[in-house]
């Protein structure tokens, strides 16, 4: 059975991603990780040549600066990716620039795929995330953020990224898509209890400003509304919620998490809610349902 990983990233150091080290936990389960660099100015591209792993294929791109509606450019990035798979591969996984698999999770992520192979009914897996805001003691756990996605489902030559790459779907026809006269059709999958750890709210104040102007701008905003915002320090104690993590990290991550020096307390009074959450929350807590949850995929039981 043939394994293909692919992810993409653009200036990964300037934006404070863990991109080396979401390579490197994926590397052990792949046969072929497949990167879509972006043109960067901040030596992303030379930090993944010397990782110096033979399973690594680099595909260089450059960002279209127009498609700024919807995040429709992070897709782009991930299609150009996984369109550069050996059309052998049998499954995929696919990690983003600040995700991380746990080495604890191999051998239960490798059974799970060799007993789902031979299965027409299970298309990919369905993983829980750890969303960790303000250091690395710290996930945020509320209404706004996903509490699941897709990341490793079987081949298929027509599955793409769904709108900003978050998901994935299966297409009749590429073109279709591509002009986006198709919606696709959702991946049925089964529950995998392998989390995702999502470092996305961990980096200083300055990148957390230049990653959300970077988002501000690729969802739909002109630079010109960009460059009159203000250029301030992102302040984490506006998040809505968090609670302490107490379980332990993956081994790739250890070096950078002993460099970072930042302790989050989480000044709750400064906390800012949206009304329905500040409502609903209560509600999801004591039922464990999530009410309005997007679901982009068909969940079904896994039966081996």
């Known amino acids: 059975m043939k394994i293909s990983a692919f992810s993409y990233v653009r200036n990964g150091f300037s934006y404070g991603v863990p991109f080396i080290e979401s390579l490197q936990s994926v590397l052990p389960l792949c046969d072929e990780l497949i990167v879509a660099v972006g043109d960067s100015t901040d030596g992303t591209r030379e930090a993944i040549v010397n990782l110096q792993n033979p399973k690594i294929k680099i595909i260089d791109t450059i960002w279209d600066e127009k498609s700024t509606k919807a995040g429709k450019i992070f897709a782009l990035q991930a299609n150009i990716a996984f369109i550069g798979i050996s059309s052998d591969t049998d499954w995929v996984i696919h990690i983003q620039?600040?995700?991380?698999?746990?080495?604890?999770?191999?051998?239960?992520?490798?059974?799970?795929?060799?007993?789902?192979?031979?299965?027409?009914?299970?298309?990919?897996?369905?993983?829980?995330?750890?969303?960790f805001w303000g250091d690395y003691n710290?996930?945020?756990?509320?209404?706004?953020?996903?509490?699941?996605e897709i990341r490793i489902f079987k081949y298929n030559p027509n599955i793409?990224?769904?709108?900003?790459?978050?998901?994935?779907?299966?297409?009749?026809?590429?073109?279709?898509?591509?002009?986006?006269?198709?919606?696709g059709t959702k991946l049925k999958v089964a529950y995998l209890n392998a989390p995702i750890y999502h470092y996305n709210g961990v980096r200083s104040s300055e990148n957390m400003t230049l990653k959300i102007n970077n988002f501000i701008y690729y969802y739909g905003e002109?630079?010109?509304?960009?460059?009159?915002?203000?250029?301030?320090?992102?302040?984490?104690?506006?998040?809505?919620?968090?609670?302490?993590?107490?379980?332990?990290?993956?081994?790739?991550?250890?070096?950078?998490?002993?460099?970072?020096?930042?302790?989050?307390?989480?000044?709750?009074?400064?906390?800012?809610?949206?009304?329905?959450?500040k409502y609903l929350q209560p509600i999801e807590d004591l039922l464990k349902i999530r009410f309005g949850e997007y679901k982009n995929y068909i969940l079904v039981k896994n039966k081996s």
């Open 97 to 131: 620039a600040d995700e991380v698999l746990h080495e604890k999770d191999y051998n239960l992520i490798l059974d799970s795929i060799k007993k789902a192979d031979n299965n027409p009914s299970i298309e990919g897996f369905l993983q829980p995330f750890l969303h």
């Open 138 to 148: 710290n996930i945020r756990n509320s209404r706004r953020v996903h509490r699941h």
């Open 160 to 183: 793409r990224a769904y709108r900003d790459s978050q998901g994935f779907r299966k297409y009749k026809s590429i073109s279709n898509y591509d002009n986006g006269t198709e919606k």
């Open 222 to 277: 002109s630079k010109e509304i960009l460059e009159e915002q203000p250029k301030v320090a992102y302040n984490y104690h506006t998040i809505d919620r968090v609670t302490k993590f107490e379980g332990s990290h993956p081994a790739v991550m250890f070096k950078k998490i002993s460099e970072y020096s930042y302790i989050f307390n989480h000044d709750k009074s400064q906390a800012i809610w949206k009304k329905k959450d």
